[in-house]
């Protein structure tokens, strides 16, 4: 009975998170100026020198030679990093075109301004 009880929390927890999933595809849809041809990407990052540049290596390989050709742009966002993430995340904007460095205020405001048409 326990196990019974378990796998039906799992499940509507489940059903939950793809319901969520579906309402915020409807909304980036529906309600952004975004192009629906592509996938945008925002890592917000402090902080993490030793492994920002594997992240961005392991996702620019999908995105170069995998099936994620989807992606339109990445943007890195850094809160304020005192170490050399900044540095390293600058050189990979420098090297591929669709990845951008900004800051969060600057995220920030391209977020708030994204649903006004």
Avoid: P
């Avoid at 030793?50 to 995105?63: A, C, Q, T, V």
């Avoid at 850094?78 to 205020?105: M, N, P, Q, R």
């Amino acid at each position: 009975m326990l196990d019974f009880i378990i796998n039906a929390v799992i499940w509507v927890l489940a059903l939950y998170g793809l319901i969520e999933i579906i309402k915020t595809i409807y909304y980036i849809c529906t309600c952004t100026n975004l192009e629906s041809d592509g996938i945008y990407f925002i890592i917000a990052v402090k902080n993490q020198e030793e492994k920002i540049e594997g992240f961005m290596r392991s996702i620019l390989f999908r995105i170069l030679y995998g099936k994620e050709d989807c992606v339109k742009n990445v943007i890195i966002t850094d809160l304020g990093s005192t170490d050399k993430t900044k540095e390293i995340a600058h050189k990979l904007e420098e090297d591929y075109k669709f990845i951008s460095l900004v800051d969060w205020k600057t995220c920030k405001d391209l977020i708030d301004n994204m649903d006004k048409k």
